[in-house]
Every structure is written in C-alpha cells, then in structure tokens.
C-alpha cells in the first residue's frame, strides 16, 4: 500500500514532534517535507531533528502546490490558521490544524467553509482525547455509573517555566491566540465539551480573569540580556527549553530582540494584553453546569477533572481515578492506562494515525472542525465576558455556519 505524503508547515515545538514521528516512518504516512518562512530556523530544525533528505520550503505556495504532498499538519502560530488551512485545502490537501483551530469563531467558520467546498479531511490536534487517561475518564463517564451528570469541574495549572513561556512570545497579545484561554486551554475546553457529549451545547457563559503576577511595574529591563545580573540570576522566569523548539535542547532557538518567538523578552513586558489566571463558569442547554480554572506559577503542571452525577462522583486528581457512589459511600478505584510511547503521553503518534485513517475513510474525523469551532466559541465568549463583566449567551446558530 502506498503510504500517504504528509508535509509539516511551522518548525516550532510541535512542528519538531510531527517531523520526528514522520520522518522515522509510520505504517501508512511518511514525511514530505518541511515549511517555514524563517530559512535560517528552517535549516537549523531540519539539521537538529536529523530530517535527512526532507524537503524544505520558504514558500508556502511552492510547498501546498506539491502535487506528491497529500496531507499538511499545520503547526503555524495561532494568528495565521484560518489563512494557511484555507490555502492547504484550496490546494486540495488533507490537513490536520494544531490548536487552537482559529483565534475567533469567525475564522473557525470560515475554515469549515472551505473544507466543505473541498471535502477533504479536516482534525483539530486535540492530542488529549488519544490519551490513554482520557479515553478512560469518556469511557467510565460513558458508562452511565455516575447516572445524570449534575455538574463538571476541570483545572489546568502550568509550571513556573510554562507560564513564563506565554507571557514572552507571541501568545502575549491576544490579537495573535484568542487569548490564553483559547490558545492554551482548547484542550481543556474541548476535553470538558467531549465528556459531556457534543449533542449538547453551551449556552450561557462567565469568566472572570485578570493579570495579577506579569505586571509591567516589575520588569527591571525589557529584554533578559539587558536584566541586572542579580535580578536575572534569582528571577524564576528566565527562558528555558522544553516548550519551543528545540523541546529536547539545552537552549531554544532565539535571537534577541527577536519578539515574534520572544526569547529574550522580559515576561514583565508592557506590551502584553493576556491573562495570567481564569476562573469561568458554564451551562449547557440540558442543564448541566461546570466550571474550568486555569492557574499558573506552580511547581509542576497538572490537570484535574470531575464529575458529579446523581448517582455518584468521578474524580482524577494526583495520579488517582476513582468513582464515590452517592447512595453507599463506596469507592471504586479506576485502572489508569500505561502511556503509550511518544510526545503528549503517546498521543502525538496516535493522533497521526487517526488522521490517516479518516483520510483512508477507516475511521471518522472524532476531533473535527465542529469541535474546533465549539472550543473556540467557549474560550471567545469567556474573554468577552472577562472583559466586560456580562454573562454571555451563545445562539444555536452560532455553532454552525
């Protein structure tokens, strides 16, 4: 069987795992090439990542008019997705869109209409649904022990060096992500939104959010370079590896003053619009309620998640999965899957192959464009709220085109 031709446009942190995961070949795709604007940045990956005989582009319309390229991931920064996956698909390929799928639900939808006009295959890269946890949190909600679900609570805190990571590069404006939420919690967003069952839509929604620790009247210098010794040696925030490219490097690739991947930029910058912590509550059109925190400045990252239900509770939170039922106290302990081998816990690998086989017709696109859209309605209606101190509805009709 012929194996599929799947390019990567974008040479950052996710770029580097696809590339990886293609070039040492999967049973049915295999890496095309490669695409960044940045040629410098684009040689310095191919040689890092060990991409011999890849292809490289600068051009991103030389790279989608490859008639031998069937597929494109697409792990460009945020402010530039509804452009790029409407050229890829215009060009007749199958894409897979990192997520966020857009900054705004308009761009969403104007991604949906191309893909219906192509008809090609479309995933959003919510890499948390192929992890093995995860599958296990649907399958034990699926399972109708907990009975009517009541309510549903999720918390996503970041390290001290991941939260430094986006107050830094460009996801610091929120012209450039949707905001952090959006940018950083789609996953979340969308993991919540998938437990509940996306027949069901949210309808009202309040956030509230605010920048309460990267404050400009902190900042000692506007780039790390130009910092006081003594300060930059005790500051916690200095720039690390792990969450740009190269994620398995001593250092990342930067240049100073170079904002757009921010490196050298002070995470106290003046110039910056996010939020640095959110609290938002929401209800869905059967009644459900819930509520998502996304904290940062922590020791190590972590994600917790429960549900209540009439008949009982579902609770992972430190390591643990377990399940309370309401009517006897018992308590059911949960096995967690081993993580399979690979980034994003095995996930990366997994979702690649989801990807083929919906192109293949093997297997349906179960982290499509309509979940894109959703997690990006919720994470937009949170900021307007946030910034406007309302409560925010959302129509029917705004979940579709």
């Known amino acids: 069987m012929r194996k599929l031709k799947i390019g990567v446009i974008g040479a950052g942190a996710r770029g580097e795992g696809f590339a990886r995961e293609l070039h040492a070949g999967t049973p049915r795709a295999e890496l095309f090439g490669i695409c960044d604007l940045d040629a410098d940045r684009l040689k310095k990956f191919v040689d890092y990542c060990g991409l011999k005989g890849a292809r490289t582009f600068t051009d991103p319309d030389r790279f989608f008019a490859s008639k031998e390229m069937d597929a494109v991931m697409i792990t460009t920064p945020d402010f530039t997705h509804r452009d790029v996956a409407v050229k890829a698909l215009k060009a007749g390929k199958h894409i897979y869109l990192e997520k ?32 093995t946890l995860y599958e296990r949190l649907k399958q034990v909600v699926d399972s109708g022990v907990l009975g009517q679900i009541v309510h549903i609570e999720g918390l996503e805190q970041l390290s001290i060096a991941h939260s430094a990571s986006f107050m830094r590069r460009f996801h610091r404006k929120r012209q450039n992500t949707g905001g952090l939420l959006n940018h950083k919690c789609s996953h979340d967003l969308d993991i919540i939104l998938w437990f509940i069952g996306h027949q069901h839509k949210v309808k009202r929604i309040a956030c509230f959010a605010g920048l309460n620790v990267f404050v400009p009247q902190k900042a000692p210098a506007k780039y790390c370079h130009e910092c006081p010794a003594d300060i930059f040696a005790a500051c916690p925030y200095k720039d690390q590896a792990g969450f740009v490219f190269p994620v398995g490097g001593a250092q990342p690739i930067h240049h100073r003053k170079r904002e757009t991947y921010g490196g050298d930029l002070c995470v106290y910058t003046e110039d910056k619009d996010t939020f640095d912590n959110w609290t938002l509550i929401l209800e869905w059109d059967n009644g459900i309620r819930g509520n998502f925190n996304l904290q940062m400045f922590q020791s190590r990252g972590l994600r917790e998640t429960r549900l209540w239900g009439e008949l009982g509770t579902l609770q992972f939170a430190n390591g643990a999965l377990r399940t309370t039922l309401s009517r006897t106290g018992d308590v059911i302990e949960h096995h967690i899957p081993a993580a399979s081998k690979g980034g994003h816990g095995g996930s990366d690998p997994r979702m690649i192959g989801r990807f083929v086989a919906a192109i293949e017709g093997k297997g349906p696109a179960d982290s499509g464009l309509a979940e894109g859209l959703a997690a990006t309605i919720v994470a937009q209606k949170a900021l307007e709220s946030a910034l406007t101190g309302k409560v925010m509805s959302i129509a029917p009709e705004e979940y579709g085109i």
């Not at 799928?101 to 991604?111: G, K, L, N, V």
């Not at 191309?114 to 890499?127: E, Y």
Request: proline share 3%; glycine share 6%.
């Open 100 to 131: 966020p799928m857009a900054t705004t639900a308009e761009e969403c939808r104007d991604i949906l209409r191309a893909q219906k006009k192509t008809g090609r295959t479309a995933f959003v890269g919510f890499n948390m649904r192929a992890v």
